[in-house]
């Protein structure tokens, strides 16, 4: 399962998405997208975005999936009329998880550490 997301984009900066718009969206949702889930960001700085978890055999191939949905979907109802998905992509979460690891006081992810088991320090031989 991959995680896409699509960041959406409205020409008007003072645009707000209609309330029920995830639910729009999930309506349109067919077997064939290979989308088992969605989730939308509404209030996601600078812009909305919508988060697709996605069955198939690729990153590659969830991008592209995720972006055909959303340009199918964003141009069926009239309340999403104007809007656009713009960088529809995997998200990168490796800054997230160094700056949890960092505040945590682990030791550097990238520098020996202690093993699970028995908290002492791991020698490769």
Do not use: Q
Not at 14 to 26: G, H, V, Y
Not at 44 to 66: I, K, M, Q, W
Not at 112 to 125: A, V
């Amino acid at each position: 399962m991959y995680l896409v997301h699509a960041v959406l984009r409205h020409p008007a900066p003072e645009a707000a998405l209609p309330p029920d718009t995830r639910e729009l969206l999930s309506a349109l949702v067919r077997p064939e997208d290979r989308i088992e889930h969605l989730v939308l960001h509404r209030d996601a700085v600078p812009d909305p975005v919508l988060g697709l978890f996605l069955l198939t055999g690729s990153l590659a191939e969830a991008e592209s999936r995720a972006a055909a949905f959303c340009r199918t979907a964003l141009g069926s109802f009239p309340e999403l009329l104007g809007w656009r998905a713009d960088r529809v992509a995997g998200p990168l979460v490796t800054p997230f998880y160094d700056r949890l690891l960092a505040a945590s006081g682990a030791p550097d992810r990238n520098g020996p550490g202690p093993l699970p088991s028995t908290g002492k320090p791991f020698h490769p031989r």
